[in-house]
Nanobody, 126 residues
Framework: VQLQASGGGLVQEGDSLKLSCTTS????????MGWFRQVPGKEREFVAAIIWTGSSALYSDSGKGRFTISRDDTKNTVLLQMNSLKPEDTAVYSCAARTSFWIPWEVRSSGSYHYWGQGTLVTVSS
């Protein structure tokens, strides 16, 4: 399964950015999809996840209220809308797919995902 993330870039503090992750997999509608981010020298950090039906989502404390994850199964795409960006949001953002059940304490763990896309760099300047 190949995942293709895009939408990163250089923005200013307070700006918005929308990341997109697309896959050609015909099983996309059965995947739990997640977004993670990583800063060099630090561990990968959970950002958001969405259940295969789109009816439930989880967010990191840092993203809650600012980020919104959504999915469009007709386009095999998961989106991450990021508003009110802060310099500390600067990181490489990666999307991931999980083929197992929606278990809230598991979907926050990068180790529970089975497929990963390449990252897209988000840089927020102050």
């Amino acid at each position: 399964v190949q995942l293709q993330a895009s939408g990163g870039g250089l923005v200013q503090e307070g700006d918005s950015l929308k990341l997109s992750c697309t896959t050609s997999s015909h099983a996309f509608s059965t995947y739990v999809m997640g977004w993670f981010r990583q800063v060099p020298g630090k561990e990968r950090e959970f950002v958001a996840a969405i259940i295969w039906t789109g009816s439930s989502a989880l967010y990191s404390d840092s993203g809650k209220g600012r980020f919104t994850i959504s999915r469009d199964d007709t386009k095999n795409t998961v989106l991450l809308q990021m508003n009110s960006l802060k310099p500390e949001d600067t990181a490489v953002y990666s999307c991931a797919a999980r083929t197992s059940f929606w278990i809230p304490w598991e979907v926050r763990s990068s180790g529970s995902y089975h497929y990963w896309g390449q990252g897209t760099l988000v840089t927020v300047s102050s």
